[in-house]
C-alpha cells in the first residue's frame, strides 16, 4: 500500500458511499500507509471525501491534522486538528448507541445482553473516546490557562472511564468478536495501555489523589496492553508502536525511571523501517536509538524531517559532536 501504482484504485470515488465498517478500516490503514511514507497531502487528500459520513475516516483524517500539529507546534495547525477533532468526535457520537455508555456497558457486562449492542455501535464507543483524548492533548497544547486545564481534565477522565467499560467489556466471558474486532480490540489496548503508563509515571502524591477520582495507572498492564496491540496487526497497532517507541527511547530519560529498554525499541521499530525505509518518524526514532547508543555519526542523517523533530534530534547531537557552526545554522533554518 501506499505505491503510487496502487494509489488511484484505492482512492474512494465521490459517488460510492462506504459499504462497510470493513470497507471504511482497510481504506483508513491505505490512508496511514500515506501518511508514513511521508505523502502527507496524499493521505488527507484519499480520506477527506468521507469525513462527513465515515467516523474511521473522520478519525484518521483528524489523527493525521494532530501528528502534524505536534510536528510543527504552529498554533493554527493546532486549532485545525483542534477543530477537525470535535468534528470527528460529533460523528462518533451519533453512531453510538443512545444511552450513556457507563449504564450501557454496565448493564452489557453485568446481565450478560451483548447483543444490544451492534458492531458498529462498539466501534464508536472505541473511536469516541480516542476522539475525546486527542481533543485533550490538544487542549493541553492550545493553551495552558486554567479554563483550559479543566476542559482538558473533563475530557481525560470521560475518555479514561470509556476505555475502563470497554476493557470490562473485551474481558467478559460473553464477549463475542465481530467481523472487525481486532481492530475495536487494538483501539481498547491502545488507550488503556496510554493510560495506564502515563498515570504510573506521575509522582506517588499526584497519583494517590486522582485515585480518589476515579483514576488508577499500573505501568506492568499498560506496557502489555501497548505490546498486545502493537503485535495485533490492526488500524491502530502502529500507533502503539510510537508510544512504546517514546516511552523507550524518551521517557525513561526524562523521568530518570532507569528501565531503559533500547533492545525493545530496536525490536519494535526494525520491521517498519524495513517498510518505511524513507518514513520520517521512523527515521526520526532510529536516530534517536543511535544517538543513545553514542553513534552520533550514525544519528545524524537519521535526524532530518519535520521541523520540531529535526530541533530535538539534530541539536542535541551536534552539541554532542561539538559541531558549533553546524548547531548555529540549524537553528538559524528552524527559526526561518
Not at 171 to 200: D, I, M, P, W
Request: aromatic content about 10%.
Amino acid at each position: 500500500m501506499g505505491q503510487k501504482g496502487h494509489k488511484d484504485s484505492l482512492y474512494p470515488s465521490d459517488r460510492t458511499p462506504v459499504g462497510s465498517l470493513h470497507e471504511a478500516l482497510d481504506q483508513c490503514m491505505t490512508a496511514l500507509d500515506l501518511f508514513l511514507t511521508n505523502q502527507f497531502s496524499e493521505a488527507l487528500s484519499y480520506l477527506k471525501p468521507r469525513t462527513k459520513e465515515s467516523m474511521y475516516h473522520s478519525l484518521t483524517y483528524a489523527t493525521i491534522l494532530e501528528m502534524q500539529a505536534m510536528m510543527t507546534f504552529d498554533p493554527q495547525d493546532i486549532l485545525l486538528a483542534g477543530n477537525m477533532m470535535k468534528e470527528a468526535q460529533l460523528l462518533c457520537q451519533r453512531h453510538r448507541k443512545k444511552s450513556s455508555v457507563t449504564d450501557s456497558f454496565n448493564n452489557l457486562v453485568h446481565r450478560h445482553t451483548v447483543d444490544q449492542f451492534t458492531e458498529e455501535e462498539m466501534h464508536a464507543e472505541v473511536c469516541y473516546a480516542e476522539c475525546l483524548l486527542q481533543r485533550a492533548a490538544l487542549t493541553f497544547l492550545q493553551d495552558e490557562n486554567m479554563v483550559s486545564f479543566i476542559k482538558g481534565g473533563i475530557k481525560v477522565r470521560n475518555s479514561y472511564q470509556t476505555y475502563k467499560e470497554l476493557d470490562s467489556l473485551v474481558q467478559s466471558s460473553q464477549y463475542c468478536k465481530g467481523e472487525n474486532h481486532r481492530h475495536f480490540e487494538g483501539g481498547v489496548k491502545l488507550g488503556v495501555g496510554a493510560f495506564n503508563l502515563t498515570l504510573s509515571m506521575l509522582p506517588t502524591r499526584i497519583l494517590r489523589l486522582l485515585e480518589f477520582v476515579g483514576f488508577s495507572g499500573n505501568k506492568d498492564y499498560g506496557l502489555l496492553q501497548l505490546e498486545e496491540g502493537a503485535s495485533g496487526h490492526s488500524f491502530r497497532a502502529v500507533l502503539c508502536v510510537m508510544l512504546l517507541l517514546c516511552y523507550h527511547t524518551f521517557l525513561t530519560f526524562v523521568l530518570g525511571t532507569g528501565n531503559v529498554n533500547i533492545e525493545e525499541a530496536e525490536k519494535l521499530l526494525k520491521p517498519y523501517l524495513k517498510r518505511y525505509p524513507k518514513g520520517a518518524i521512523f527515521l526520526f526514532f532510529a536516530g534517536r536509538i543511535e544517538a543513545i547508543k553514542g553513534n552520533v555519526d550514525a544519528a545524524l542523517p537519521c535526524l532530518w524531517g519535520p521541523p520540531v523533530l529535526q530541533w530535538d534530534g539534530t541539536t542535541w547531537v551536534s552539541v554532542q559532536k561539538q559541531s558549533w557552526h553546524f548547531h548555529n545554522s540549524v537553528a538559524k533554518g528552524l527559526c526561518q
